[in-house]
C-alpha cells in the first residue's frame, strides 16, 4: 500500500468518525433541545397556575372588599334611619296632646317613688294636681317626671327623653327587626 492509499484510508476512517461524532453532537443536541423544551412548557404551566390563582385571590379579595363596603353603606343607612326615627318620636312625644299627656303622667307618677317630683313648665299643673306638695320644680325636660331627694339629687327618671333612650337602647335589635329584617350580616332590609 502506498503513502497516498494510506492517506485515503486514514481521512477515510477520520471521515466516518467524524460523521458519527456529528450525527452523535446532533442526537444530543436534539436531546437537550426537547429537555429545554420541556423545562420551558413546565414553567409555563407553573406560570399560568401561579397567574390563575393570583388572579382568582385578587378578585376574591375585591369582592370581599367590595361586599364589606355595601355591609358598611347599609349600616350607615340604618342608623341614619332609626336616629331620624329617634328623632320624629321625641318630636310626637314633645307635641303629645294634653289628654294622652294626663295619662302618661298618671301613670309614672303611680310607678314613682313620690319623695319629691320634678316636671317641664308645661306639665306643672298636672303634676301639682296628682303631687300636691311634693311637686317641687321645674327642669329642662320635653315631658315625664324625675323624682329627686331632699339634696335635689334625682333618684328616677321617667322623662320622656330618658324612656325613650331606654327602649331604643334595650330594643335596638327588635328595632332593627321590625324596620330592616334580618340579613346575612345580621340585617334585613326590607323596605328598600
Known sequence: MGKSTVADTVIE???KIAKEYSEQLEEKK????HDVENAVDKLKIKKQDYLKEKTSLLARTEASRTNLEIK????????EVLEEIFTI???KLENIEAKKREIILKKLISVAELEYIFSNKN???YARKLVGE?????INTIGGISTGDPTGKIKEDFTFEAL???VFENNLKEIRDILFGEAEYGFKCSIL
Do not use: I, P
Not at 358598611?72 to 342608623?79: D, G, T
Not at 311634693?134 to 321645674?138: C, D, P, S, T, V
Open 13 to 15: 476512517d477520520a471521515r
Open 30 to 33: 436534539k436531546s437537550k433541545l
Open 72 to 79: 358598611r353603606k347599609r349600616l350607615r343607612m340604618e342608623q
Open 89 to 91: 318620636t321625641k318630636t
Open 123 to 125: 306639665d306643672e299643673k
Open 134 to 138: 311634693k311637686y317641687k320644680g321645674n
Open 164 to 166: 325613650l333612650n331606654y
